[in-house]
């Protein structure tokens, strides 16, 4: 079974930036498309970026511009680079491998993203 770690997560200023990252354990992570998602408290959880085993990436227009996805197929580690953080990307990330936007395997724990204002 695959595990998701991650991590980096924290509290910032508006304006500021984090770097998440996740590992995923097992051998079949650089073929899979990984995504980054968020939830935000009281809503549903949403993806905000994603990366291809090629290393095509897309985002949520929310974060167009200001969130930067990558991966080291090496490390089995997908990153999320976060600048000008907004006070309305609060909330627990979550990376998942995913097909068609579904996620496929078990949740990991989150991190905590908190952007004050």
């Known amino acids: 079974q695959v595990q998701l770690v991650e991590s980096g997560g924290g509290l910032v200023q508006v304006g500021g930036s984090l770097r998440l990252s996740c590992v995923a354990s097992g051998s079949i992570f650089s073929r899979n498309t990984m995504g980054w998602y968020r939830q935000a408290p009281g809503k549903q959880r949403e993806l905000v970026a994603a990366i291809t085993s090629g290393g095509s990436t897309n985002y949520a227009d929310s974060v167009k511009g200001r969130f930067t996805i990558s991966r080291d197929n090496a490390k089995n580690t997908v990153y999320l680079q976060m600048n000008s953080l907004k006070p309305e990307d609060t909330g627990v990330y979550y990376c998942?491998?995913?097909?068609?936007?579904?996620?496929?395997?078990?949740w990991g724990q989150g991190t905590q993203v908190t952007v004050s204002s």
């Open positions: 998942n491998a995913h097909i068609s936007t579904i996620p496929i395997y078990n």
